[in-house]
């Protein structure tokens, strides 16, 4: 498996120091991932050190060491229960939410990447979910890359062209033929969990692809069956996680 690596919730009070450390290890092995921006991170979880006010100097150092960027929604605030096209999760920042909403949600988050330097090509879904709204109104604002989805090669679906992730993180080291990406989310990661990652990325190091690399991965049509086979993955996925965790839904963020 040929794997990309994605790092979601940058914001400019996320953690810094956890960040770096991966950072330096993508860094050492020549590995350069996707970044998921919040445009207007209201989320108070994500809220680690004081703001950075050279964030856009951040973003624009990484952009010109070859890093991809995203938009990772608008303020990661989860204000529906509705499971979108993708059901990971039962809580939501666009599904559910009506068309006009989502469009300027969608238009000034691209916006406010554009002042930080950022022009942002590729949507991150907060909570990886998104309706059917959602990828009509990134189509009218000029986005028709997405980071989600399940599979072993990018596809296409609804003018749109998604770029899967990994179902079970064991198969990104695996000897499967294909593509994936590796989802991290930096905040939230333990010393062990960073020591563990750098140990896997240097000892599976041919695995590991840069995430432009996977951009130039030709997309397959996706049928309706690939469309529901994914659903029902993803949605068994949820269903197997909710039940380790001893609840059926996870309890959303509300504004």
């Not at 060491?65 to 990971?88: D, E, I, Q, S, V």
Request: contains cysteine; neutral net charge.
């Amino acid at each position: 498996m040929k794997t990309a690596i994605r790092l979601d919730d940058i914001t400019p009070d996320m953690d810094f120091e956890k960040f770096n450390q991966i950072k330096a290890v993508l860094d050492e092995q020549g590995i350069r991932p996707l970044i998921g921006i919040v445009p207007y991170s209201k989320d108070e979880t994500l809220r680690i050190e004081k703001p950075h006010e050279d964030f856009d100097v951040f973003l624009r150092s990484l952009l010109e060491n070859g890093w991809t960027m995203a938009l990772h929604g608008y303020n990661h605030l989860y204000t529906t229960r509705n499971k979108g096209l993708f059901p990971l999760n039962s809580f939501s920042e666009f599904a559910g939410v009506d068309y006009d909403k989502q469009n300027v949600m969608i238009r000034q988050g691209i916006n406010q990447l554009r002042e930080w330097g950022i022009d942002a090509k590729i949507f991150m879904a907060p909570g990886h979910s998104f309706d059917r709204n959602t990828l009509k109104a990134l189509k009218e604002n000029g986005i028709t890359l997405i980071t989600d989805g399940f599979g072993t090669q990018p596809y296409v679906r609804d003018g749109m062209t998604f770029y899967p992730i990994s179902r079970i993180r064991k198969e990104c080291i695996s000897d499967k033929q294909g593509y994936s990406t590796y989802v991290l989310h930096t905040n939230t990661m333990s010393q062990k969990g960073i020591d563990e990652f750098a140990d896997m990325i240097k000892s599976h190091r041919d695995c590991f692809i840069s995430y432009d690399e996977y951009l130039e991965a030709k997309p397959e049509e996706r049928n309706l069956w690939g469309n529901l086979k994914e659903y029902l993955m993803a949605f068994a996925k949820h269903m197997l996680v909710s039940k380790r965790a001893g609840r059926g839904t996870v309890i959303h963020k509300g504004e």
